[in-house]
């Protein structure tokens, strides 16, 4: 089992930033990809960013050129660094990391954003 801890959620305006955090904890070894979905009310969660294993990366094209992710490996943590900000960003954000075929979720962060 992997247990997944967001933070770093909140409250910002349009055009501000926020990193949100995730650690993972547990079964962690043989981790495949870890990354971040969103869920807006009313709409599917989609897929915001992963590091796939081996080092790729995939951005929903929404925010390509405005959020990164990236991975610290000592630290079993995965970062989304989120810049310019817009109110369509408004989401619960999920963590979610890859092992062994099954997949894993955290418990969510909420991110909105006020126009």
């Known amino acids: 089992q992997v247990q997944l801890v967001e933070s770093g959620g909140g409250l910002v305006q349009a055009g501000g930033s926020l990193r949100l955090s995730c650690v993972a904890s547990?079964?962690?070894?043989?981790?495949?990809?870890m990354g971040w979905y969103r869920q807006a009310p009313g709409k599917q969660r989609e897929l915001v960013a992963v590091?796939?294993?081996?080092?790729?990366?995939n951005y929903a094209d929404s925010v390509k050129g405005r959020f990164t992710i990236s991975r610290d490996n000592a630290k079993n943590t995965v970062y989304l660094q989120m810049n310019s900000l817009k109110p369509e960003d408004t989401a619960v954000y999920y963590c979610?990391?890859?092992?062994?075929?099954?997949?894993?979720w955290g418990q969510g962060t909420q991110v909105t954003v006020s126009a």
């Open positions: 979610a990391v890859k092992r062994r075929g099954s997949d894993y």
């Open positions: 590091i796939i294993s081996g080092g790729s990366f």
């Open positions: 547990g079964s962690i070894f043989s981790i495949n990809n």
